[in-house]
């Protein structure tokens, strides 16, 4: 049961446009979303986040957009660089500490 | 601060063979989590600690598997008997309270299992 999904495994994007990476969640219960970041050999790292009563929370160049109803987060990223090429993890919470994640998105951003 | 300290890095096993991974978490934070990253299913909660006690260990796939905190800066996740289906990344992180919504959990560089 994949409570939080991301349905693309990869995404090439070219230098400089917009990368947007998707999540999807079926637990209405969910009250805080988070998106992770991780490079190969190392552990994912914290990217930014947003508050159930928020829906767009923005920093630097990474945008979280939140859509209630339709259980829909998004992460924008712009203009994207080649640093920016990772596996972007989505996740969600409700109350107590315990995050589910998704399966990931692999960003490969081209020159 | 050195981070989520995990080891081995890298572990190659036999089949059968006990595997004992290990964490020690920042300084100060207390909770602890451990997470398993598959290619099928991604990363999985498998347990975590408050305070050095489990609180949901709901993610443990079966007995074969157990976690101990004996103390707040240390950890250990045991695998007895391992078996190649257990082949995985393992991660720990860790985290404190900092306020509602602001919870961020710190991820150590994982330990990289492999049972032939």
Redesign the interface.
């Known amino acids: 049961d994949q409570q939080v999904k991301q349905n693309s495994p990869s995404l090439s994007v070219q230098e400089g446009r917009i990368s947007i990476l998707n999540c999807d969640y079926t637990n209405s219960m969910f009250d805080y979303f988070l998106w992770y970041k991780k490079y190969p050999a190392e552990g994912p790292t914290f990217l930014i986040s947003i508050s159930s009563i928020k829906d767009k929370n923005e920093d630097g160049r990474f945008t979280v957009f939140l859509n209630k109803s339709a259980k829909h987060l998004s992460l924008h990223i712009v203009p994207s660089q080649p640093g920016d090429s990772a596996v972007y993890f989505c996740a969600a919470k409700w109350g107590a500490q315990k995050l589910v994640f998704g399966q990931g998105t692999r960003l490969t951003i081209n020159p | 601060d050195a981070g989520?300290i995990q080891s081995p890095r890298h572990e190659v096993t036999e089949m059968g063979q006990e595997v004992t991974l290990r964490c020690k978490p920042i300084s100060g934070h207390d909770?602890l989590?451990w997470?398993r990253q598959t290619m099928m299913?991604?990363?999985?909660?498998l347990i975590?600690f408050?305070n050095n006690v489990p609180?949901?260990d709901s993610g443990m796939p079966e007995d074969r598997f157990s976690a101990k905190m004996p103390n707040a800066s240390f950890s250990t996740l045991k695998i007895q008997p391992s078996e190649p289906r257990d082949s995985a990344v393992y991660?720990c992180?860790s985290?404190f309270?900092a306020g509602v919504?602001r919870?961020?959990?710190?991820?150590?560089?994982?330990t990289r299992l492999l049972v032939l």
Request: aromatic share 26%; no cysteine.
């Open positions: 989520v909770y989590f997470y299913r991604g990363l999985e909660l975590y408050n609180i949901d991660f992180a985290s309270l919504g919870e961020t959990q710190y991820f150590g560089p994982g």
